[in-house]
């Protein structure tokens, strides 16, 4: 069975973060590290997120997460542990994530809905993959972007 971590690295939306939670939940995603401006499922007062809980119907107890606000050295320690680290991003240089073939140990890093994931996080990954898009628009929703990711990664 394949071990995968999951990095949101400052996505904004307390639905979009929530909703990652019930996905990861369901595909058996090991931990979720919340990075930055990413939205806990913990208010600034150590209490249940009423809004959070909404969305996740319950996630947040069942998939371990940490928050954190350095990216860069939990990443060099998820390196140091045997994970590769795959970003989803468009980038010169992704790879098509259908014909992606997942290590066994891999953290996948998803980044914020307007800026996606940094230059700096892209250079330190071992993989960066993207979701060949046929319409119109350029990018998916990161919820949904999330969804199709683990499941292409993991089922």
């Given at each position: 069975?394949?071990?995968?971590?999951?990095?949101?690295?400052?996505?904004?939306?307390?639905?979009?973060?929530?909703s990652?939670?019930?996905?990861?939940?369901?595909?058996?995603?090991?931990k979720?590290?919340?990075?930055?401006?990413?939205?806990?499922?913990?208010?600034?007062?150590?209490?249940?997120?009423?809004?959070?809980?909404?969305?996740?119907?319950?996630?947040?107890?069942?998939?371990?997460?940490?928050?954190?606000?350095e990216?860069?050295?939990?990443l060099?320690?998820?390196?140091?542990?045997?994970?590769?680290?795959?970003?989803?991003?468009?980038?010169?240089?992704?790879?098509?994530?259908?014909?992606?073939?997942?290590?066994?140990?891999?953290?996948?890093?998803?980044g914020?809905?307007?800026?996606?994931?940094?230059?700096?996080?892209?250079?330190?990954?071992?993989?960066?993959?993207?979701?060949?898009?046929?319409g119109?628009?350029?990018?998916?929703?990161?919820?949904?972007?999330?969804?199709?990711?683990?499941?292409?990664?993991?089922?």
């Amino acid at each position: 069975m394949k071990q995968c971590m999951l990095i949101l690295d400052n996505v904004r939306s307390v639905e979009n973060t929530a909703s990652i939670f019930r996905t990861a939940d369901g595909l058996g995603v090991k931990k979720i590290y919340l990075i930055g401006t990413t939205p806990t499922p913990l208010d600034r007062f150590g209490r249940p997120r009423s809004d959070f809980a909404k969305v996740s119907l319950g996630a947040e107890t069942t998939v371990m997460w940490e928050y954190t606000k350095e990216l860069m050295s939990l990443l060099k320690t998820l390196k140091n542990e045997g994970f590769n680290i795959i970003s989803l991003e468009q980038d010169a240089r992704s790879k098509d994530l259908k014909s992606f073939v997942a290590p066994e140990k891999f953290a996948l890093v998803l980044g914020n809905e307007v800026d996606g994931v940094s230059k700096e996080t892209l250079d330190l990954s071992n993989h960066i993959l993207e979701i060949d898009m046929k319409g119109k628009k350029e990018s998916l929703n990161v919820s949904v972007s999330a969804g199709i990711a683990l499941y292409a990664l993991l089922a």
